[in-house]
Each structure stands twice: as structure tokens, then as C-alpha cells.
């Protein structure tokens, strides 16, 4: 990066563009670049719901369930964020419930705590559209903020997952 003109490349850049980078930059600012770092030790609280059959069945149900959250918990949707991780190769993805407040603002195990609750009301989202629609829409799982994912909710895929898991979590082991 450079401290006089702003400009920079990412360090994963290729080698050939790296040096293009540096030299036309010497030409330029006059000054060789300085190669500058940022970390950031971040620890989020986060639920994982692994092996979803698609990402159809995992955005519904972190939308499903984020919003049975909300009801139950009376905090705002946004207060906590979903991401799919999808696998080379396979249609099988994780979906991630997270917060993004870090150290966590104890919203999931509040949730874990009320999860036959927060189950119920899930349900009720997927079940009970206003508008009655097919798959998603306005009046029931779609926002402004998961617009870049409305395709692939479908509230009838989230209520089958949910019946075949049950209203129940089973401990199977503590966390560290």
C-alpha cells in the first residue's frame, strides 16, 4: 500500500502483477510501496445447522429459524446473520446462524435455552403467510437485507426439516 497515493493490491495477487504494481508505482509516487497487514482476533458466537440438502433447505431455515428467534427472543432479525458454506463438488451446504457482535451478545443461547420456543414460532412463520404464497415472499421470509438469497427461500422446505428434527435439542457434548 502506499502511504501517498492510497493504492494497493492484494498480497494473493500473482507475482507478475505484484512487480508490474511496485515498478509502475515507483514511476508514479516516486517511492516504493510498503507492504502493510491487518488481523483482527475476532470470536462470534454461531450456530451451525451442517449437511443441508441444498441451499434452498439452508437459507429457509436459517430465515425460519432467525425469525422464530426474533418472536420469541424480541430482538430484530438483523441482530443476528446468516452465511451458507457450500463444498466443492457437492450440493450439500452448512448453514450458519452467527452474531456478529463479537465476544457474542447471547442471543443463541438464549435461543438454545427457549428452542422448543423458538421451533414453534419458526414453524408458525413457515406455516402462516399472510399472502399464502408458494414458496416466499414480502409478507413472510423476504427482506430488504436476504434479498441477495429470495430465490432460494421456500417456507415448505423448512417445514419439512423441521418436523423430521423434532422441537428438541440433544447435549452432545460441552463446547471449550
Given at each position: 500500500?502506499?502511504?501517498?497515493?492510497?493504492?494497493?493490491?492484494?498480497?494473493?495477487?500473482?507475482?507478475?502483477?505484484?512487480?508490474?504494481?511496485?515498478?509502475?508505482h515507483l514511476e508514479r509516487c516516486g517511492r516504493?510501496?510498503?507492504?502493510?497487514?491487518?488481523y483482527a482476533?475476532?470470536?462470534?458466537?454461531?450456530?451451525?445447522?451442517?449437511?443441508?440438502?441444498?441451499?434452498?433447505?439452508?437459507?429457509?431455515?436459517?430465515?425460519v429459524l432467525r425469525l422464530g428467534m426474533s418472536r420469541v427472543l424480541e430482538m430484530e432479525r438483523e441482530?443476528?446473520?446468516?452465511?451458507?458454506?457450500?463444498r466443492s463438488g457437492v450440493e450439500e451446504v452448512d448453514a450458519v446462524l452467527?452474531?456478529?457482535?463479537?465476544?457474542?451478545?447471547?442471543?443463541?443461547?438464549?435461543?438454545l435455552h427457549r428452542w422448543g420456543e423458538v421451533v414453534a414460532e419458526a414453524r408458525a412463520a413457515a406455516e402462516d403467510c399472510p399472502s399464502a404464497c408458494r414458496a416466499s415472499c414480502v409478507d413472510c421470509l423476504q427482506?430488504?437485507?436476504?434479498?441477495?438469497?429470495?430465490?432460494y427461500l421456500d417456507r415448505t422446505?423448512?417445514?419439512e426439516r423441521l418436523d423430521s428434527w423434532g422441537r428438541g435439542l440433544d447435549k452432545t457434548h460441552d463446547l471449550a
Open positions: 500500500m502506499c502511504t501517498v497515493c492510497g493504492q494497493s493490491r492484494s498480497p494473493f495477487a500473482s507475482e507478475t502483477e505484484l512487480d508490474f504494481f511496485t515498478t509502475s516504493p510501496p510498503t507492504r502493510l497487514g491487518f482476533n475476532v470470536v462470534a458466537d454461531a450456530l451451525k445447522l451442517p449437511a443441508c440438502s441444498s441451499r434452498e433447505e439452508a437459507y429457509t431455515l436459517a430465515e441482530d443476528l446473520e446468516v452465511l451458507v458454506v457450500g452467527y452474531d456478529p457482535m463479537p465476544g457474542g451478545s447471547g442471543l443463541l443461547e438464549q435461543a427482506t430488504f437485507r436476504n434479498q441477495l438469497y429470495h430465490r422446505a423448512a417445514l
